[in-house]
C-alpha cells in the first residue's frame, strides 16, 4: 500500500493506557488496524515502560514508526500527565520523554476522551464536521470540544471535561450534584441502590434496565432521571458552546433507543425555556472499543504535520 506519492504507509503503535487494561494495536496511516493485543494494567511506571518496550519488540515486523498513546488525564504538549486517574504513577514524570528514551521511537500522548472525539472527526460520525461535542459515558463522564477538526484544550488543558459541569446546586458535596454524579452510568446504579437500600455493588447497570423493563418502578424512575440529567447537560454544552453535533460515546451508547430517550427530554427542556430555540443535533459514537487507538494515531499524524 502506498500514501502520500510514492512513500510506503507508516505503521504506528497505537497504545490506549486503562485503568485496568493496557490496549495495543498496530494501525497504518489509514486507520487500518493490522494486529491488537491487550495486557492488564502495571502496577508501578516501571513496569508500564517494560510493558511497552516489550510490545514494541514484538511488532518489530511492521517497522514501526512511532508510538500514539490515549491516556487518561490532562496531557501537555510535553508529554506530562496532569491531573489524576485510577492510575496514579502515570501524572508528574514527563512519560513523552523516558518513553521516547527507552524505545527510540517517536511518541505522541493525547487525552483518551479526546483521542475519542479525534477517531469520530477522522473516520467516524462527525467526519466533515467541524463544530463537534462528544460526551462519553462510564462510571463518570469525560468529553472533548472539537473546532475546525482540532481538540480545543483549554488554558488548563481541561476544554470539554463536561463531568465537572454542576447541574444541582443544592446537592453540592453530596455525590450527587455534577454532570458526571447525575447522568454518568454509575449514577443509575447509585440512585436505584438508595432506593432500595442496598449496596451498589450488589447492583449492575444490565440489570436495572432489565428490571425497568420487567416493570420495577424503583428502576424505571432512575432511568428517567438519568436521562433527564443527560439532556439537561447536553442543553447546557450546546448552548455554551453551540455546536453543530454533540455525539455520545461508552458503553451504554449502545442501548436501544438511547437517542430517541434524550430527545424527548430535550424537546421538553427546550418548550420549558422561552428563549430557547435551538435543538441540539445528537448521534452516537461511530467507534467504541477501539476509538482511542484511532483517536491517538490520528492525533500523532496531526502533530506530525503541524510539526
Same mark, same amino acid.
Given at each position: 500500500?502506498?500514501?502520500?506519492?510514492?512513500?510506503?504507509?507508516?505503521?504506528?503503535?497505537?497504545?490506549?493506557?486503562?485503568?485496568?487494561?493496557?490496549?495495543?494495536?498496530?494501525?497504518?496511516?489509514?486507520?487500518?488496524?493490522?494486529?491488537?493485543?491487550?495486557?492488564?494494567?502495571?502496577?508501578?511506571?516501571?513496569?508500564?515502560?517494560?510493558?511497552? %518496550?516489550?510490545?514494541?519488540?514484538?511488532? %518489530?515486523?511492521?517497522?514501526?514508526?512511532?508510538?500514539?498513546?490515549?491516556?487518561?488525564?490532562?496531557?501537555?504538549?510535553?508529554?506530562?500527565?496532569?491531573?489524576?486517574?485510577?492510575?496514579?504513577?502515570?501524572?508528574?514524570?514527563?512519560?513523552? %520523554?523516558?518513553?521516547?528514551?527507552?524505545?527510540?521511537?517517536?511518541?505522541?500522548?493525547?487525552?483518551?476522551?479526546?483521542?475519542?472525539?479525534?477517531?469520530?472527526?477522522?473516520?467516524?460520525?462527525?467526519?466533515?464536521?467541524?463544530?463537534?461535542?462528544?460526551?462519553?459515558?462510564?462510571?463518570?463522564?469525560?468529553?472533548?470540544?472539537?473546532?475546525?477538526?482540532?481538540?480545543?484544550?483549554?488554558?488548563?488543558?481541561?476544554?470539554?471535561?463536561?463531568?465537572?459541569?454542576?447541574?444541582?446546586?443544592?446537592?453540592?458535596?453530596?455525590?450527587?450534584?455534577?454532570?458526571?454524579?447525575?447522568?454518568?452510568?454509575?449514577?443509575?446504579?447509585?440512585?436505584?441502590?438508595?432506593?432500595?437500600?442496598?449496596?451498589?455493588?450488589?447492583?449492575?447497570?444490565?440489570?436495572?434496565?432489565?428490571?425497568?423493563?420487567?416493570?420495577?418502578?424503583?428502576?424505571?424512575?432512575?432511568?428517567?432521571?438519568?436521562?433527564?440529567?443527560?439532556?439537561?447537560?447536553?442543553?447546557?454544552?450546546?448552548?455554551?458552546?453551540?455546536?453543530?453535533?454533540?455525539?455520545?460515546?461508552?458503553?451504554?451508547?449502545?442501548?436501544?433507543?438511547?437517542?430517541?430517550?434524550?430527545?424527548?427530554?430535550?424537546?421538553?427542556?427546550?418548550?420549558?425555556?422561552?428563549?430557547?430555540?435551538?435543538?441540539?443535533?445528537?448521534?452516537?459514537?461511530?467507534?467504541?472499543?477501539?476509538?482511542?487507538?484511532?483517536?491517538?494515531?490520528?492525533?500523532?499524524?496531526?502533530?506530525?504535520?503541524?510539526?
Amino acid at each position: 500500500m502506498f500514501d502520500r506519492g510514492d512513500r510506503l504507509m507508516e505503521n504506528i503503535l497505537a497504545i490506549d493506557i486503562g485503568g485496568t487494561f493496557v490496549k495495543f494495536a498496530v494501525i497504518d496511516e489509514a486507520g487500518n488496524i493490522k494486529k491488537r493485543e491487550k495486557s492488564e494494567t502495571p502496577k508501578s511506571l516501571n513496569q508500564l515502560m517494560t510493558l511497552i %518496550e516489550v510490545n514494541v519488540k514484538e511488532v %518489530e515486523e511492521y517497522a514501526i514508526a512511532g508510538l500514539a498513546i490515549s491516556s487518561p488525564g490532562s496531557v501537555s504538549k510535553q508529554g506530562i500527565i496532569y491531573g489524576a486517574s485510577a492510575i496514579p504513577y502515570i501524572h508528574g514524570p514527563n512519560l513523552k %520523554e523516558a518513553l521516547e528514551e527507552r524505545t527510540q521511537k517517536r511518541v505522541e500522548i493525547e487525552n483518551d476522551a479526546n483521542c475519542a472525539a479525534l477517531a469520530e472527526i477522522w473516520q467516524g460520525s462527525a467526519k466533515g464536521k467541524k463544530e463537534v461535542a462528544v460526551i462519553v459515558i462510564g462510571t463518570g463522564i469525560g468529553g472533548a470540544l472539537v473546532h475546525q477538526g482540532s481538540i480545543v484544550q483549554g488554558h488548563q488543558l481541561h476544554g470539554g471535561e463536561f463531568g465537572y459541569m454542576i447541574l444541582d446546586p443544592n446537592q453540592l458535596g453530596s455525590g450527587m450534584s455534577t454532570f458526571s454524579e447525575l447522568a454518568s452510568s454509575y449514577s443509575i446504579i447509585k440512585r436505584v441502590a438508595n432506593k432500595k437500600n442496598v449496596a451498589p455493588s450488589t447492583l449492575t447497570g444490565e440489570e436495572i434496565f432489565i428490571l425497568a423493563e420487567e416493570g420495577d418502578k424503583d428502576c424505571i424512575e432512575s432511568i428517567e432521571s438519568f436521562y433527564e440529567m443527560l439532556a439537561l447537560g447536553i442543553y447546557n454544552i450546546q448552548y455554551a458552546y453551540d455546536p453543530e453535533l454533540i455525539l455520545i460515546g461508552g458503553g451504554i451508547s449502545t442501548r436501544q433507543h438511547l437517542i430517541h430517550n434524550i430527545k424527548e427530554k430535550l424537546q421538553v427542556i427546550v418548550e420549558s425555556v422561552d428563549v430557547a430555540t435551538i435543538v441540539p443535533s445528537i448521534d452516537i459514537c461511530h467507534f467504541n472499543e477501539n476509538a482511542n487507538l484511532i483517536g491517538a494515531v490520528y492525533h500523532y499524524l496531526q502533530t506530525e504535520v503541524r510539526a
